[in-house]
């Protein structure tokens, strides 16, 4: 599958924006600032153009494990986890949400050895960091994006003026061999003028992004276009406990019903990757929506609803998704024309869009949650058919699953028949509208 990769982190870099401003209060496109100054920084130190866009995508995923971070420190308070503390107690909070970054973006298929570029990217020159490395033993990546991060933190590239930016280049040079490498600075003072500030302030870094960092398209294997999509459905899925790995199941059912249909295999990749991306907006709702334990209030529930239409935003600006960003956006929609975010008649959807809505359903009613255990396949299409039954989704889609998902559910629901599990509910929650109810089933309507 041919993808822009350079390209799709600019369209995400929206949402990822979205999670960080969230959990640190940092400024709107801190990481696209870091990429813009690493660009900068690296003009003229001999990268190929390859290697630089590289650069440019770990300077944009530098922080992409901070949600992840966030989770666990909350998680630590229920259940502590003696590993997780005891990481914590040696190194520090950086280092953790470091360490954790550095293992899943070697998910992503960069061209060059990315290797510890984000575990050390708060690493001292001094070896002051978490970790104790100095400038001789760790990367010039990891050194450009120590002193990108450190600057636009500390300084607000955004909306500094020139004394600020003097004042900036002459602490660089006081912490040169101290925070920030002998070459990430040199970098820097050389290459990174006021003017150039003053541009990005102006047109925004991703706009100068788009403008000079080249744009490569290469044809992916279907396995580095799942790890594409399972690095950005972890983020996803990590942001919210309520929904930990439903944008992956759904990924994996999408493929399994993909293949059943008889899709090509260039289109159930596709539709794959529509599964693991089409949750991808609500990295921009808030954890106290996604995750409020009552009933939501009028404006929460336009902003819950709201996330579909920020999946269509988010990837409506990746050039060839045009088709991924439909399925994908489309998973709410109800034949009825009462779904979100479009209202889209029977009519006006696709097979593909009735397919990926009942298969988000389906994934919803089966997975387990903190609030809930999982259906059983029977009770699952039980309520599917109903929802056939009034209207709501595709009634041949349903049978399709049914057939489909029998078999791998068959242990667990004879077990269940015999008395030896039991899949009781004591509490329900309305994926719509996020109100908790009581009871062994949910109700016919919220």
Not at 54 to 68: F, K, P, T, W
Not at 196 to 201: F, G, L, S, T, Y
Not at 270 to 286: E, Y
Request: net charge negative.
């Amino acid at each position: 599958m041919k993808l822009d990769f350079t390209g799709f982190l600019y369209a995400l870099s929206y949402a990822l924006d979205a999670v960080e401003r969230e959990v640190t209060g940092a400024i709107a496109g801190h990481g696209k600032r870091v990429a813009w100054l690493s660009w900068l920084c690296a003009a003229g130190c001999g990268y190929t153009e390859q290697e630089k866009v590289d650069l440019v995508g770990c300077a944009i995923l530098h922080d992409n494990a901070v949600a992840e971070y966030i989770r666990e420190e909350l998680r630590q308070e229920t259940a502590p986890d003696p590993a997780y503390e005891a990481m914590l107690a040696r190194y520090g909070t950086r280092s953790v949400h470091a360490q954790i970054g550095e293992q899943r973006i070697r998910m992503l298929p960069f061209h060059r050895n990315i290797e510890n570029v984000i575990l050390w990217h708060h690493e001292n020159a001094d070896g002051s960091g978490p970790f104790g490395k100095t400038e001789a033993e760790t990367n010039l990546f990891s050194q450009i994006i120590r002193l990108a991060d450190a600057l636009d933190v500390g300084y607000h590239l955004s909306d500094m003026d020139e004394s600020e930016f003097l004042s900036m280049r002459t602490w660089v040079q006081e912490q040169t061999g101290i925070l920030f490498s002998h070459a990430a600075s040199e970098m820097f003072l050389e290459h990174v003028r006021w003017e150039q500030i003053c541009e990005m302030q102006q047109a925004g870094p991703l706009a100068l992004l788009k403008a000079h960092v080249p744009s490569m398209e290469y044809d992916y294997s279907d396995h580095e276009i799942m790890q594409i999509a399972a690095f950005f459905a972890g983020i996803v899925d990590v942001k919210s406990s309520f929904t930990k790995d439903h944008s992956i199941g759904v990924a994996q059912k999408a493929q399994a019903m993909a293949r059943r249909y008889g899709f090509s295999h260039e289109k159930t990749t596709r539709f794959a990757f529509a599964g693991a991306l089409h949750d991808i907006g609500k990295m921009v709702v808030g954890n106290q929506i996604l995750e409020k334990p009552d009933k939501l209030n009028a404006s929460e529930f336009d902003a819950m609803k709201n996330h579909a239409a920020e999946t269509y935003k988010i990837l409506r600006e990746i050039h060839g998704l045009e088709d991924i960003t439909e399925w994908a956006a489309n998973h709410h929609e109800k034949l009825d024309g009462t779904g979100y975010c479009r209202r889209l008649s029977a009519e006006q959807q696709t097979m593909e869009d009735r397919l990926m809505a009942c298969i988000d359903i389906y994934q919803a009613l089966t997975e387990r949650r903190p609030y809930k255990d999982g259906l059983s396949h029977r009770r699952s299409i039980q309520i599917m058919e109903g929802m056939a039954a009034d209207g709501k989704i595709d009634g041949s889609i349903v049978k399709e699953i049914d057939l489909e998902f029998r078999d791998a559910q068959k242990e667990t629901e004879d077990a269940e028949a015999a008395g030896e599990v039991r899949l009781t509910t004591k509490q329900w929650k309305c994926e719509v509208c996020g109100y908790v109810y009581e009871g062994d089933t949910p109700p016919a309507s919220c």
